[in-house]
């Protein structure tokens, strides 16, 4: 891959051991020039033994942070340390496939790309929240991208140029979810960049196992959109025909229970009456906000 872009990976962990391990040998599997990559992670005093997993690879740059700082700004402090023209990030419960860097960087790449942003697939599909995750598409860029109002990437599945996180001045350190899209917004109002999607570029995420699990990432997303609201007003639009749409979606999968085939069916129902109500919910609470001082 002669010419290959410099590409910095840049990943933030907390309390991670449980996936850390998967995640590193996925990163050290990447096929790319080793001249051409490095990796980052930011352990954000993490008080399992994270920091002792990714300490082991010699090859993994880490950043260790005395205090929770959140992952928004862990991510900052790893761009601040990469070098590559190219800025990829990941997180800490995901697996890229070994051609995700090929197949994310592959030429060409308009001009006006500021991100290009990849597919992001269940890891497994163990459970019966894992396949309504999986089903719903609610990690999925080909399912979130096309937003009501502009596009939005996560971080689970991208590649930014470093020049335009510079002028973008990265990541807003002081909320705890959707900082990802607050940037890609700002990117593209902004800058006037795009975001260029490449579903062949694979990143494999562990969706959330349980019940719990799901009410809580509904919540985080509710409080999501509300930090979004505030901050974006005049564009991000909560439109009454999408809500009963939702309610629809509702009376239709309760329509499909006595049709067969499908063995969750009969769970369907409730996981997205539990997920709009976990959104409203995080709503109502409002933005999620960092805690800038005090222990970790």
Same mark, same amino acid.
């Given at each position: 891959?002669?010419?290959?872009?410099?590409?910095?990976? %840049?990943?933030?962990?907390?309390?991670?051991?449980?996936?850390? +391990?998967?995640?590193?040998?996925?990163?050290?599997?990447?096929?790319?020039?080793?001249?051409?990559?490095?990796?980052?992670?930011?352990?954000?005093?993490?008080?399992?033994?994270?920091?002792?997993?990714?300490?082991? #690879?010699?090859?993994?740059?880490?950043?260790?942070?005395?205090?929770?700082?959140?992952?928004?700004?862990?991510?900052?402090?790893?761009?601040?340390?990469?070098?590559?023209?190219?800025?990829?990030?990941?997180?800490?419960?995901?697996?890229?496939?070994?051609?995700?860097?090929?197949?994310?960087?592959?030429?060409?790449?308009?001009?006006?790309?500021?991100?290009?942003?990849?597919? %992001?697939?269940?890891?497994?599909?163990?459970?019966?929240?894992?396949?309504? $995750?999986?089903?719903?598409?609610?990690?999925?860029?080909?399912?979130?991208?096309?937003?009501?109002?502009?596009?939005?990437?996560?971080?689970?599945?991208?590649?930014?140029?470093?020049?335009?996180?510079?002028?973008?001045?990265?990541?807003?350190?002081?909320?705890?979810?959707?900082?990802?899209?607050?940037?890609?917004?700002?990117?593209?109002?902004?800058?006037?960049?795009?975001?260029?999607?490449?579903? +062949?570029? %694979?990143?494999?995420?562990?969706?959330?196992?349980?019940?719990?699990?799901?009410?809580?990432?509904?919540?985080?997303?509710?409080?999501?959109?509300?930090?979004?609201? #505030?901050?974006?007003?005049? %564009?991000?639009?909560?439109?009454?025909? +999408?809500?009963?749409?939702?309610?629809?979606?509702?009376?239709?999968?309760?329509? #499909? $229970?006595?049709?067969?085939?499908?063995?969750?069916?009969?769970?369907?129902?409730?996981?997205?009456?539990?997920?709009?109500?976990?959104?409203?919910?995080?709503?109502?609470?409002?933005?999620?906000?960092?805690?800038?001082?005090?222990?970790?």
């Amino acid at each position: 891959m002669s010419g290959a872009p410099s590409v910095s990976i %840049v990943v933030p962990a907390r309390n991670a051991a449980g996936d850390i +391990e998967r995640l590193l040998d996925a990163l050290m599997s990447l096929e790319w020039p080793a001249s051409r990559l490095e990796r980052i992670v930011i352990d954000d005093a993490s008080t399992d033994d994270t920091a002792q997993r990714i300490a082991s #690879r010699s090859t993994i740059k880490v950043i260790h942070t005395t205090r929770r700082i959140g992952p928004y700004a862990a991510r900052n402090l790893g761009v601040k340390a990469a070098t590559g023209d190219w800025i990829a990030f990941t997180d800490a419960d995901c697996a890229p496939r070994v051609d995700w860097l090929q197949k994310l960087l592959a030429e060409p790449i308009p001009a006006d790309s500021g991100a290009i942003a990849g597919e %992001v697939l269940a890891l497994e599909t163990t459970t019966a929240t894992q396949r309504f $995750i999986e089903s719903q598409g609610l990690m999925k860029h080909s399912v979130t991208l096309p937003h009501k109002a502009l596009p939005g990437f996560s971080t689970a599945s991208v590649a930014i140029r470093r020049d335009v996180l510079t002028r973008l001045r990265g990541f807003r350190e002081d909320v705890l979810y959707f900082g990802d899209m607050e940037l890609s917004w700002r990117m593209q109002l902004e800058q006037k960049a795009r975001i260029l999607f490449r579903p +062949e570029a %694979v990143v494999l995420h562990r969706h959330r196992r349980t019940v719990g699990a799901l009410w809580s990432q509904a919540v985080q997303h509710g409080r999501g959109v509300a930090f979004m609201k #505030r901050n974006f007003g005049n %564009v991000y639009r909560i439109s009454l025909t +999408e809500q009963l749409g939702r309610l629809g979606g509702v009376a239709s999968a309760t329509g #499909r $229970i006595a049709a067969g085939g499908d063995p969750d069916r009969w769970l369907t129902p409730g996981f997205l009456s539990l997920w709009y109500a976990g959104m409203l919910a995080g709503y109502v609470r409002g933005p999620a906000w960092v805690r800038t001082a005090g222990p970790s």
